[in-house]
């Protein structure tokens, strides 16, 4: 069975500073897919990095990066130059091939606050 | 383009009524699922349908169901209602929902049974 752990249930960092938010993993699989979004108060899950499980390149979009860390079994949200509007819940999930249950697992989530 | 569209917004409902719940996804999307999540924890998956086929379904009761209709817009069926099924419910669409494709997910319906 696939798991996601997210170990901070808070974290709070300065505008302007880079933060990182951890998630680790546990699947059998050889081939999955690992996701990260983020949740505002609205409730609207925001698609921010994808990251492939044969991707040899770490993934990026705009000031989001992921450290993925293949046999340690993490992959890592890098955001750069926090902004007050990334005051938000971070999940990362994971997605697997085979069968046909293409579904997302969460994890429990990590509580962002940028402090001014 | 649209993103994906669910409604309503909030629903208010009493224990032991019935509820349905609808969603629409990103055009020229195929595939569309729905995930329950309460509060404190990260989104639960409840089904998938794509092309108007199940193609997977999460540990939830039968009193849960859903369908995909031909636009491929899809309804979230729950009956009975239990207090513990309060929760917002997500609805999210993909082209083919692929294990490598990203599910872009709708503003959510909350869910309040008392």
């Known amino acids: 069975a696939q798991k996601i752990t997210q170990t901070q249930p808070g974290m709070f960092v300065q505008e302007k500073e880079a933060v990182t938010l951890d998630c680790t993993y546990d699947t059998s699989d050889q081939s999955y897919g690992l996701f990260w979004y983020k949740q505002p108060s609205s409730g609207e899950m925001i698609f921010l990095i994808y990251q492939g499980s044969y991707d040899e390149q770490n993934a990026t979009e705009g000031r989001y990066s992921l450290n993925f860390q293949k046999a340690r079994k993490s992959a890592n949200l890098v955001i750069s130059a926090s902004q007050l509007g990334d005051s938000a819940m971070y999940f990362c999930a994971m997605s697997r091939s085979g069968g046909s249950n293409y579904k997302l697992t969460f994890g429990k989530g990590t509580l962002l606050t940028v402090n001014p | 383009d649209a993103g994906v569209t669910q409604s309503p917004t909030h629903l208010i409902k009493t224990r032991g009524q019935h509820v349905t719940l609808r969603c629409s996804p990103i055009?020229?999307?195929?595939?569309v699922s729905w995930y329950q999540q309460v509060l404190g924890q990260g989104p639960q998956f409840i089904f998938q349908y794509y092309e108007k086929e199940e193609r997977g379904r999460g540990n939830f009761p039968d009193r849960f169901s859903a369908r995909q209709f031909p636009n491929y817009s899809s309804e979230l069926n729950v009956n009975a209602l239990l207090l513990g099924d309060s929760a917002l419910y997500l609805c999210a669409s993909s082209q083919t929902g692929y294990h490598q494709e990203t599910q872009y997910f709708g503003p959510g319906t909350r869910l309040l049974v008392l």
């Open positions: 055009s020229g999307h195929k595939s």
